[in-house]
């Protein structure tokens, strides 16, 4: 994301996956984020693995935004001044994604 290391404050923290797997962070960065109007800023763990997402925003940005997500609608919804934001999903998005971790990284193939 080209994101300066300085930017970076160090502390290491473990996260547990899905799986069982154990991840180290390298550390935590506070970043900006706007949605529709709304500008926050959000504190998140560094990671370093390769990894076809950006960001997973969680359940403090969730209760900070006042924010309802649906599974079953594929959407969140957040209240605003100007009325309901809705953010929807985007399937072939989350399809690409999905496939994209799904396939080796040329560093896997070499080992």
């Known amino acids: ?10 502390r290491s ?3 547990i996956g899905f799986s069982g797997e154990v991840k180290h962070t ?3 960065i506070r970043l900006p984020i706007y949605i ?3 500008n926050t800023m959000q504190k998140f763990c560094v990671i ?10 969680g359940r403090p940005w969730i209760h900070e935004l006042k924010a309802v997500p649906s599974t ?3 959407c969140v919804k957040i209240p605003s001044p100007w009325g309901i934001i809705k953010i929807t999903d985007d399937q072939q998005g989350a399809k690409d994604c999905y496939a994209t971790e799904l396939k080796p990284s040329k560093i896997q193939e070499e080992a």
């Open 1 to 10: 994301m080209n994101i300066p290391d300085s930017d970076i404050i160090r």
């Open 13 to 15: 923290s473990a996260l």
């Open 26 to 28: 390298v550390g935590d």
């Open 36 to 38: 529709e109007g709304i």
């Open 48 to 57: 370093d693995i390769a990894s076809s997402y950006n960001v997973i925003l």
């Open 72 to 74: 079953y609608h594929q």
